[in-house]
């Protein structure tokens, strides 16, 4: 009963947000923003105790979730605050990830602690003034002990400005002493993520969202066979494809040798294989950009993607018809 009324409170207070946002008095519904206009501004510094977290939505797949609690990390940089960690659903995800075994967690914080939760307005990171009206918000709370929450599915582009950070939570996680992979050390892994399950052909029809996550697989088998062929290793490859639905749904890869068809894999073991691959082929989806941004092995990625890709050797970025520059193969290393 408890869960209910809080999904029900979660899914009101969304839909209020939502239809809000983009008004002029949408605001005026966070008390942080009338606290920053009861203080001048000489009553502001720079300095304080706060904390800033990020909650993952609850609501949604672990891809959605990791990009909540990355803007939080991301943000918690930016505005200079610490970063407090908010566990992450359901609790095999996170003890699975174990980003929160390092870090402070916001619950702690406020029921030990004796800090106090305050909510941020949405805001736009590509405004500066929108920026602006955070930080004085937060320099208002000066020297209080404040933990800050980002408003649901606040936006960060760019997740992969965090890529150390957890990089080195994931690897450093307890949970590593449990991971169990399929590969053999003997070959050289390759792992596509092929997204289908949650969209297929016949659903697309004019829903430009469905549309803009749709890749047929024409692109990815280009991507692999350009590899093949260009790919100077002296380990056996071997191919693993982990997407939703039945194998003969993938007829196209069956002239090819030496490929597992990893459908309908426990979420967990795919997420791990995908990190662990020599290359990763991602799809549009946040379930493998993720993978891909923990990962330390080459990633081949889709050009068009509603998340940026850092300036990297180890990352490659392909046309929609699957073509891509060959030349940072050659960097690939057994």
């Known amino acids: 009963m408890i869960n209910l009324i809080a999904k029900t409170r979660r899914k009101v207070r969304n839909l209020l947000i939502s239809h809000s946002k983009n008004r002029k008095y949408f605001n005026l519904l966070y008390p942080s923003w009338w606290h920053m206009n009861m203080h001048s501004i000489k009553e502001r510094g720079n300095e304080g105790l706060g904390y800033l977290t990020a909650i993952p939505n609850p609501g949604a797949g672990i891809g959605h979730q990791l990009a909540n609690w990355i803007a939080g990390l991301w943000f918690s940089k930016y505005f200079g605050l610490k970063y407090a960690h908010t566990k ?81 939570y994931f690897y450093s996680a307890s949970s590593r002493c449990n991971d169990k992979l399929t590969y053999s050390e003997s070959n050289f892994n390759i792992a596509i993520h092929i997204r289908r399950g949650d969209i297929s052909v016949g659903q697309l029809n004019h829903n430009e969202n469905l549309i803009m996550r749709w890749q047929d697989l024409n692109y990815f088998k280009n991507i692999l066979k350009t590899v093949i062929q260009n790919l100077t290793v002296k380990k056996p490859i071997k191919v693993y494809i982990f997407s939703q639905g039945n194998a003969q749904s993938f007829e196209e890869f069956s002239e090819l040798s030496n490929v597992v068809y990893c459908i309908n894999f426990d979420p967990q073991s795919s997420f791990l294989h995908m990190i662990f691959a020599d290359i990763l082929i991602t799809s549009k989806s946040s379930f493998s950009y993720k993978p891909a941004l923990i990962s330390k092995g080459f990633k081949i990625s889709p050009k068009i993607f509603w998340h940026g890709y850092p300036d990297d050797k180890n990352w490659i970025t392909a046309n929609e018809n699957g073509s891509f520059d060959i030349e940072n193969l050659i960097e690939i290393k057994q």
């Open 88 to 168: 992450f659903t359901p609790d095999s995800w996170e003890q699975f990830l174990g980003f929160g075994e390092r870090l402070l967690h916001a619950d702690y914080l406020i029921k030990n602690k004796g800090y106090k939760r305050v909510r941020l307005p949405m805001f736009d990171e590509d405004q500066p003034e929108s920026l602006n009206l955070i930080r004085n918000i937060i320099a208002s709370y000066n020297n209080k002990k404040i933990v800050f929450v980002l408003e649901q599915d606040q936006n960060y582009r760019d997740q992969f400005g965090v890529i150390d950070d957890i990089q080195n």
